[in-house]
Structures are given as structure tokens and as C-alpha cells.
């Protein structure tokens, strides 16, 4: 795996390219509920969007408000690819080990901006 990128919105699109093709491959073995699957792309790859609508960003207020929301979906990414880890009966475990080490990363850097933009 090449080292991860730097730019917060090439890392979040990286995430959800990965988090895409984890999630096409756990959905044709037709095990993991397909409504789990469908919540972990829709809140994983909505990081990338907000930070991509970040990056342009009108005011300081406007960047707080999308970097807060990408930070809010990757919380609950986070939260849905605990629930396909903890059924056990993911097919590839190491992936979902990688993919969870990147939104570890993605939640850690979220973290700060936003408490750097709300001056904390």
C-alpha cells in the first residue's frame, strides 16, 4: 500500500475508493446485511465530500461547519464498521483492519481541525 497522502481530501478520497471496493466485494458474498453495508458507504464516503466542499470553503465559519460534519460522518463510519467487525463473519478481516486504521487516522486530523477552528 503506497504511503498515505498527506492532503486531508486526497486521504478521505482514498478512504472511499478502499471503503468502495471493501464494500462491492462484502456485498456479492451476500452475508453482511445489505442496509449495514449501504450505512458504512454512505457515512464513509460523505468524509471525502464534506472535506472536498471544505476545501472551498466561504468563511472560517463555513469550514468549521464542514470540516464538524465530515468529522460527524466519520464517527459514524466508524461506528458501522465496528458493527460488521463485531458479527465476525466479514471475509476479509485485514481489510477491515486497514480501512479502520485509516478513519482512525481521518477522526484524529478531523479532531484537531476543529478544534483549531473553534479556537480550543
Not at 451476500?30 to 472551498?56: K, W
Not at 466508524?78 to 485485514?94: I, K, S, T
Amino acid at each position: 500500500m503506497p504511503a498515505p497522502a498527506r492532503d486531508l481530501t486526497a486521504r478521505s478520497r482514498q478512504f472511499s475508493v478502499d471503503l468502495c471496493g471493501f464494500v462491492e466485494r462484502e456485498q456479492r458474498r451476500r452475508v453482511l446485511a445489505p442496509r449495514v453495508l449501504d450505512q458504512v458507504l454512505r457515512a464513509g464516503t460523505a468524509i471525502g465530500a464534506h472535506s472536498a466542499e471544505a476545501d472551498a470553503a466561504i468563511t472560517r465559519r463555513h469550514l468549521l461547519a464542514l470540516r464538524a460534519g465530515a468529522l460527524k460522518e466519520a464517527l459514524e463510519a466508524e461506528y458501522w464498521l465496528d458493527v460488521v467487525a463485531g458479527g465476525g463473519r466479514c471475509h476479509a478481516p485485514e481489510e477491515l483492519a486497514s480501512l479502520r486504521a485509516q478513519l482512525s487516522a481521518l477522526i484524529a486530523i478531523l479532531t484537531a481541525c476543529v478544534k483549531k477552528l473553534r479556537g480550543q
